[in-house]
Structure formats: structure tokens, C-alpha cells
Antibody
Framework: EVQLVESGGGLVQPGGSLRLSCAAS????????MGWVRQAPGKGLEWVAN????????YYVDSVAGRFTISRDNAENSLYLQLNSLRAEDTAVYYC???????????????WGQGTLVTVSS | QSALTQPPSASGSPGQSVTISCTGT?????????VSWYQQHPGKAPKLMIY???KRPSGVPDRFSGSKSGNTASLTVSGLQAEDEADYYC??????????FGSGTKVTVL
């Protein structure tokens, strides 16, 4: 059974940092693009970042580029998101996501974690 | 990377059909033959319902169907059931490996 389990969320002050983790199990982690999607309270989904199977390519939404860093440890079947210079507008549930059903140009998220809440407030 | 435009709400009676639109531009929806749709119940993680415009993952009822014309994609739910009441989001590629979601549509089963 595919499982994605996030951890690391919590309350942090503006300007602070946090590191989110996602433990993956039940599938061959090394053959999938992975990523993060967030959802602010009462709002819609927002794609945050993706990382290639070997970690060599990383992509970010403009609003987090330069502040967030996505990474993965294939030996540990783990995905990470380092959040720096946090702002109030980064407050959201952060979902770990597995990308699959890929065509030559695009993929879809076939598995989601349960999410971890990040609250940025003083 | 602006969100794709969806109607805030849609509704239908049990057994009826409801169609949700997802409007983008030639740089996203219109530029790629790949749109996906997700269903999200309150307090739950989203679930993939449609990928590559028209394809359904295993286990998704064939009451759910997708289409696309130009810069607008659509999700149709036929034979509405109570459990279909949820929020629905479309998603498209916006540039190489950059994705964008729709603004979301709340479907109510009357």
C-alpha cells in the first residue's frame, strides 16, 4: 500500500524557518517525480515545488522560489521541503505528492499525504 | 502563474448531471493536451479523478468524464450521487514542469 506521511509542521514566527519531511513507503520511490502542494485555510490548492527522480531538477512556484528548497533522499525514501524567510501568507496545509500517469509533457498526482499544517504568526 | 478559472459553485439533484469548467490560456490549458481533475472532501486530501483530459484512474466511476476545447477544460459528473458533493479542482501544466491549479468549484447535491 502506497503511503506518504508528512511531518514537521507547526507554529513559526514570520522570518523563521521550518523543515517538512515526507516518509514514503509501499512503492519504488526512486522512479517517481515527487512534489509539494499547499492549501491555505479555506482556500484552494496551490502547487509549490517538484523534484525529479534523481534530484537533479527542481521547480518552484514563483512565490516561494529563493525561499523554499525541495530535496529528496532516495536511500531513505524521503522527501523534504525547507521553508525559509516564512511569511504569514505561507500559512497552509502542506501535502506531499507523488506524480504519475505521465505523458511526454505532464503528469498528475495519484497519491497525496494527509498533510501537515504550517502556521506563520507572531 | 495565475490560477485557472473555475465557477465557485455548481449544483444538481441526485441522478442529474453537472459540468464544471476550467478556463485558462494558450500558455496552460490550451497549450498542452493534459488536464487533470481532483475531488476533495472536507478535511481530506484530494483524490485524482481524471488525468490527460479524459482518462480515469482505476476505481474512479465512469460517471466522471473530462473534455477540453481550446483554453477550456470541463469535468462532467453524470448520475449525481450524494457522495459526489465535494470541492473539485482542475490542474494544468503552465510551463515546463510548472503546474497550476484551478480556483476550485464546490459541487452541491441538492
Amino acid at each position: 500500500e502506497v503511503q506518504l506521511v508528512e511531518s514537521g509542521g507547526g507554529l513559526v514566527q514570520p522570518g523563521g524557518s521550518l523543515r517538512l519531511s515526507c516518509a514514503a513507503s509501499g512503492f519504488t520511490f526512486t522512479i517517481y517525480w515527487m512534489g509539494w502542494v499547499r492549501q491555505a485555510p479555506g482556500k484552494g490548492l496551490e502547487w509549490v515545488a517538484n523534484i525529479k527522480q534523481d534530484g537533479s531538477d527542481k521547480y518552484y512556484v514563483d512565490s516561494v522560489a529563493g525561499r523554499f528548497t525541495i530535496s529528496r533522499d532516495n536511500a531513505e525514501n524521503s522527501l523534504y521541503l525547507q521553508l525559509n524567510s516564512l511569511r504569514a501568507e505561507d500559512t497552509a496545509v502542506y501535502y506531499c505528492a507523488r506524480w504519475s500517469y505521465c505523458s511526454t509533457t505532464s503528469c498528475a498526482i495519484d497519491y497525496w499525504g494527509q498533510g501537515t499544517l504550517v502556521t506563520v504568526s507572531s | 502563474q495565475s490560477a485557472l478559472t473555475q465557477p465557485p459553485s455548481a449544483s444538481g439533484s441526485p441522478g442529474q448531471s453537472v459540468t464544471i469548467s476550467c478556463t485558462g490560456t494558450s500558455s496552460d490549458v490550451g497549450g498542452y493536451n493534459y488536464v487533470s481533475w481532483y475531488q476533495q472532501h472536507p478535511g481530506k486530501a484530494p483524490k485524482l479523478m481524471i488525468y490527460e483530459v479524459t482518462k480515469r484512474p482505476s476505481g474512479v466511476p465512469d460517471r466522471f468524464s473530462g473534455s477540453k476545447s481550446g483554453n477550456t477544460a470541463s469535468l462532467t459528473v453524470s448520475g449525481l450521487q450524494a457522495e459526489d458533493e465535494a470541492d473539485y479542482y482542475c490542474s494544468s501544466l503552465a510551463a515546463s514542469k510548472i503546474y497550476v491549479f484551478g480556483s476550485g468549484t464546490k459541487v452541491t447535491v441538492l
